[in-house]
């Protein structure tokens, strides 16, 4: 049983900082990234962050400089450091694991932890 778990999320004051946790277990393929999504009130599902297994690292335009993606040696964990929060960010986040190869090829997702950001 795949199971891929969030947590951290919570009301933040403008300009504060909060870090999300995702723990992953049952992926019995070869993780090729782990990643971060949101979805705003209103708005499509986007990209947040992502970390492939090389390493390499990419993020939304929009979090450039603030948000910082890290995993665990083992690639069981993935966090998202949230730093210079704006009400912007208020969305629900999901991590997604990106698992296997070819016809094996899966993407897993959390159950969402909100976000908010207000004063």
């Known amino acids: 049983q795949v199971q891929v778990v969030e947590s951290g999320g919570g009301l933040v004051q403008p300009g504060g900082s909060l870090r999300l946790s995702c723990a992953a277990s049952g992926i019995i393929f070869s993780i090729n990234a782990m990643g971060w999504y949101r979805r705003a009130p209103g708005k499509q599902r986007e990209l947040v962050a992502v970390v492939a297994s090389g390493g390499t690292t990419n993020y939304a335009d929009s979090v450039k400089g603030r948000f910082t993606i890290s995993r665990d040696n083992a690639e069981t964990t993935v966090y998202l450091q949230m730093n210079s929060l704006e009400p912007g960010d208020t969305a629900v986040y999901y991590c997604?694991?990106?698992?296997?190869?070819?016809?094996?090829?899966?993407?897993?997702w959390g159950q969402g932890t909100q976000v908010t950001v207000s004063s």
């Open positions: 997604n694991i990106d698992a296997g190869r070819g016809a094996f090829r899966m993407n897993y």
